[in-house]
Structures are given as structure tokens and as C-alpha cells.
């Protein structure tokens, strides 16, 4: 029998499956617990996404069934369709010029900001215009692998933001009014009403084989999230996602993203990070001053503008606006009327833009 070279240096390459999987388990349940200790927001699926990238720049990766993480996406689909509700849309109704001059306004700026991103090839055509995207950030990563964008790159740019937004914000926050934007702490397992839930997991189950069989870009989350919202709005559905479920669907998707890094793609991912930050500070910056006219010419207090137009991070804004004396109707009207905009228009956009700058940089070589 060959014995192992001892010299040979140990690598998770030459380990078994169960070995990486115990590892990845391991690290990301590490990640998970300090990113929660420091209360930050969606820190399962960051940290499953960070134990993912650390696994597979060590060459070691493992991959993730393609159904379980279909389902996770059906999951996010209805987890966006809790927040959008009859009363929401009402809300949009009332102020409707308002919410249409400053949705289409971030929307307009994240585009040029990914036509330059693209342009200056700090990123490619679809991929710098799905990174800029000023939605949530985990359906638009998941909506950008299914129209053929780089996910890890879109991923990157998508969480930074998120970072990004969520600190400035909170400092914003802290300095107009005294109190905390600490996320409260979360119970695991609160009581639930089972046949609610049943009924949301069925509409997980229905969109997942749609979506397979339809084969949709996309397509489990965003054929849960148009059912779900039918069904919760028409009142026959409640939604109810417990947090055990969320600690279930997060980490498929993070590891799924993350897993997907090569040692190529973080060195590329290193190079364009000062840039894709400068361009995500500029972009909190241009939607500050939207929420400076807000102010002026809607008679929007301060902060709520500013919380309203804040580009993305719907869940961190959300928590901010709950501690502090904003209208927080208006906040996540704004953010998730922003949200379904992008999602309607965002595939169209990326094309666009893309083929604009495609335009662009074949002219510029054939002039060479």
C-alpha cells in the first residue's frame, strides 16, 4: 500500500468532500456568529458567502445541489413579497410624482455609474450595470446570474454597497437624532401559525417546478414573488418565513455565490475594489442630494428624504427607520417601489448599456 508523501504539503485539494463540507459548516458558523455579535445586517448570508470564497481560494470548493438552492430562491421571492403589501402600494399612490422623480432619478445615476464602471473596464457591460443596481442586493445578484452577468463580481459590488450604505447611514442617523440603529436581536424559533406556513412553502414548491419547467431566468424567485404577492394582497395567503427558515435559505445562496470565486476573479476583485467604492460613495452622495430636494420642494423632513433615497440596503434602512423618529411608511415605500422598478426594468437596462459600451470599445480598437 502507498503511503502519503509527507513532504507533500496538505491542501483542502486533496481532502474528501465530507472534509470541505465539514469546513465550510465550520468557518461559516465562525463568520455568522461574529457579523451577528456586531449586529450586522444580513450577516448569514455574508458570512456563508465569506466562508465560500475562503474555501475555494484555497481550492478546496464543493458544490451545492441545484435544487436546494433553487428553493432558497423561491424563499428571497417571497420574503421580498411580505413587504409589499396594499398598504405600501397605497402609500405610492398618494405621492406618486414624488416617488416617480426620485425612483427614476437613483435609478438613472446607478446606470451611468455603471455605463462609466463598464466603460473604463473596471468591470464588464452587464455585470457593472447589475452591480450598481439599486436594489436588494440579493435578488439582484440572483437576477443577474440568471440573465448571464458575472454573480461574483455583481456580488462584490452589491454587499459593498450594502456595507457602505448601512454605515453611512446609521451615522447619519446617530448624529440627527440620539438614540440607537442597533438591529434588535432576533428569536430563532417564535411561535408559528403552521398552516400559514405550509401555504408559503407550497408557494415555494409551485414557483421552484414552474420556474424548472418554464426554465425562466431567474425564475424561482421571481415566479414566488409575483405569487405570493397575489395571493398575500387578495388575503389568502400570510406569508411566514421564521428565521430558522431564513438560516436555511441565506447560506445556500452565500455559499453558492461564494463557492464560485477563483483565486483569478479575487485578484481582479482586489484591483477594482478602490474604484467600485469610489463609485458606490459617489452614488450615496448624488442620492443625498435628492433627499435635499425632497426637502425643499415635497416639505419632506430631512432624514426621512434622505432614508427614502438612500440607494438600497432595504433591510439595514429598515431597521435604522424603526429607531428613529422618521415616516416609516414612506421610507420603504420609496425602497421597495425602487426595488420593483429595477427588477421590471433592470434586465432591459443591462442590455442596453451593454451593447452601447460594446459599441464603444470596438470603435476604439478598430481607430487604433
Known amino acids: 500500500m502507498r503511503l502519503p508523501d509527507a513532504r507533500r504539503p496538505l491542501s483542502l485539494a486533496t481532502t474528501g468532500t465530507g472534509v470541505r463540507w465539514g469546513v465550510l459548516l465550520a468557518l461559516t458558523a465562525v463568520v455568522v456568529a461574529f457579523l451577528e455579535y456586531l449586529r450586522f445586517p444580513a450577516a448569514m448570508l455574508l458570512g456563508a458567502m465569506a466562508a465560500g470564497i475562503a474555501l475555494a481560494a484555497a481550492d478546496g470548493p464543493v458544490r451545492v445541489p441545484r435544487m436546494p438552492f433553487l428553493v432558497a430562491q423561491g424563499v428571497i421571492g417571497c420574503l421580498i413579497a411580505r413587504s409589499i403589501t396594499p398598504e405600501l402600494l397605497v402609500e405610492i399612490l398618494r405621492d406618486w410624482p414624488v416617488f416617480v422623480g426620485a425612483v427614476f432619478s437613483v435609478i438613472a445615476v446607478s446606470t451611468m455609474l455603471g455605463w462609466l464602471l463598464a466603460r473604463f473596464e473596471v468591470l464588464p457591460g452587464t455585470t457593472a450595470v447589475w452591480g450598481a443596481s439599486p436594489g436588494a442586493a440579493t435578488a439582484i445578484v440572483l437576477m443577474s446570474d440568471g440573465y448571464g452577468a458575472d454573480a461574483r463580481l455583481v456580488a462584490l459590488m452589491q454587499y459593498l454597497r450594502v456595507v457602505m450604505v448601512t454605515v453611512v447611514a446609521s451615522l447619519v442617523s ?193 481607430g487604433r
Do not use: E, N
Open 174 to 366: 446617530a448624529l440627527w437624532v440620539s438614540g440607537t440603529t442597533t438591529a434588535p436581536a432576533i428569536d430563532w424559533f417564535p411561535p408559528v401559525h403552521w398552516p400559514s406556513l405550509a401555504g408559503t412553502v407550497a408557494v415555494v414548491a409551485i414557483g421552484s417546478v414552474v420556474a424548472v419547467r418554464l426554465r425562466l431566468q431567474a425564475g424561482p424567485m421571481l415566479v414566488s414573488l409575483a405569487l405570493a404577492i397575489l395571493l398575500q394582497d387578495l388575503g389568502w395567503l400570510t406569508i411566514t418565513l421564521p428565521p430558522w427558515l431564513l438560516a436555511i435559505a441565506y447560506p445556500l445562496i452565500g455559499w453558492t455565490i461564494g463557492l464560485r470565486f477563483t483565486r483569478q476573479i479575487l485578484v481582479h476583485a482586489g484591483r477594482a475594489l478602490p474604484r467600485l467604492a469610489a463609485a458606490i460613495f459617489l452614488l450615496i452622495v448624488v442620492c443625498g442630494g435628492f433627499a435635499v430636494v425632497l426637502v425643499q420642494f415635497a416639505g419632506i423632513d430631512p432624514l426621512t428624504a434622505y432614508l427614502a433615497t438612500s440607494p438600497g440596503g432595504a433591510d439595514s434602512v429598515a431597521i435604522i427607520a424603526a429607531s428613529t423618529p422618521v415616516d416609516v411608511p414612506f421610507v420603504m415605500a420609496m425602497q421597495t417601489g425602487r426595488f420593483l422598478v429595477v427588477l421590471l426594468t433592470g434586465p432591459a437596462i443591462a442590455r442596453f448599456v451593454a451593447t452601447r459600451v460594446a459599441k464603444v470599445h470596438a470603435s476604439r480598437r478598430s
